[in-house]
């Protein structure tokens, strides 16, 4: 199959998150397995040097975004049997990070028909078309209703992939003329309007041949109110199309035992090695080097959806346990001065490291006995696929990803890899951390419930398996 990825971010070349991660890990995966496979891709200021220095230049073609005609240029990479097309305007992506900006719409609005007038310039047309997110959801429109006339583009199967429905693409009619030379009927008639808005995400439900989400227990939440934001309606309209594919990781990134990064290597069958990684986290931290103290580690944005507000309201009370706590972050100002009072009143056993620090996020991974994430909805969620391949146990509300990769521990088979939560308060995470430290002390209990976390297999091979059958199912 040749298969076309679009997306605003992919690693290593650009991240802010986990679509950064699904566009650098997927695509290599399919590859290895052997489609054919690129990835599209604007070209940011803040590409690393040394992916800069591989581009070559293509050419370069006019993209009409509404009455303004703005230069493209094409550069292309190749890395791990991938093609990366990158599109440059500098107008547009000659500016630090990635979103943001008062005019992301008109920027979006440009990469979305470069794509589609690259395709056949530079002889990519895909089998499969595959959309993330809002920056992108307005291809299969686009690509029906105002490339419909270009023979060689109509037996494109469309997918779009959404990472996280919080973000739509909401903007005024006004912005059909002005970025896509477009009238206003499929405004008018309701196709791409919601709200009173032009909807990219709420259009590109409707047009996509499949439309997927990073979790089976997300596709099932989406369509309903509670998570829906606003467009569970659409979405149980339309869900005969609608896919759960869970993400995977990279096994041979994340793997103790070959981590460059941690201190002392392990795996399932040398645990005991993991306690010296515990002691040189604590130590790295400023906690007192206690191996037999149950450590909690965190690695998160400090937003309300992480769950940020249970914190709040209880890790007072859970630093009254015998217990540390380590979190690395940064995020909302409210989050972080609240959470630095009290690591202030808990020098001893709450370390609080405001920071994106990549190689401390793996030692964390490592060294912790579990691993909190008390998300208020998580499509999918990577770090407690991360903690369990570690063998440090997930403690979770049970929502979206985390319901699906987390085996909520039974106490009277001992059996299990986590604990869970399913009523969304700060009582009930403080139930299931009790719950952990109960089995903590029971060394035997625990060392098995690593041994099953760490032989989980949610590695990119198993998911891609299922993106393949299901492009397979589209293209008949």
Known sequence: MRILFVGAECAPFFKTGGLGDVLGALPNQLAKD???????????????????????????????VGWRNQNCGVLTLERNGVKYFFIDNEYYFKRPGIYGYYDDGERYAFFQQAVIMMM?????????????????????????????????????????????????????AKTLPNFFGLGYEWFDNGTVRFNNDVNWMKTGILYADKVTTVSPSYANEIQTPEFGQGLDGILRDVNYKLVGILNGIDFEKY????????????????????????????????????PTTPLI????????????????????????????????????????????????????????????DVNLAQKIYAGADAFLMPSAFEPCGLSQLIALRYGTLPIVHQIGGLADTVWIYDKTKNEGDGFGFREFSGYQMVEAIKKMLELYHEKEKWAKA???????????????????????????
């Open 120 to 172: 056949e310039r530079y002889n990519f047309i895909p089998d499969v078309l595959h959309c993330n997110d809002y920056h992108t959801s307005f291809i299969p429109f686009l690509l029906r209703e105002k490339w419909g006339f270009v023979d060689a583009y109509r037996g494109i199967k469309t997918v779009l992939t959404i990472h996280n429905l919080e973000f739509q693409g909401k903007y005024d």
């Open 297 to 356: 580690g965190m690695v998160t944005r400090l937003t309300a959806q992480k769950g940020c507000q249970l914190l709040l309201e209880e890790l007072d009370n859970i630093l009254q346990f015998d217990v540390q706590v380590v979190l690395l972050g940064n995020g909302d100002q409210y989050f972080e001065h609240a959470l630095s009072d009290i690591a202030s009143r808990h020098p001893d056993k709450f370390k609080l490291i405001l920071a994106f």
């Open 34 to 64: 052997g489609d054919e496979v690129a990835v599209a891709l604007p070209l940011y200021q803040d590409m690393p040097e040394e992916y800069r220095e591989q581009l070559e230049f293509q050419g370069d073609f006019y993209v009409p």
């Open 255 to 290: 793997n103790p035992a070959t981590d460059p990064v941690i201190r002392v290597r392990y795996d399932v069958n040398h645990l005991k090695h993991k306690r010296r990684d515990k002691t040189d986290l604590q130590k790295q931290v400023g906690l007192e080097a206690a």
């Open 450 to 476: 690593q041994r099953t976390a760490m032989r989980s297999d949610f590695s990119w091979k198993n998911s891609a398996s299922k993106y393949q059958w299901m492009y397979g199912e589209l293209l008949g």
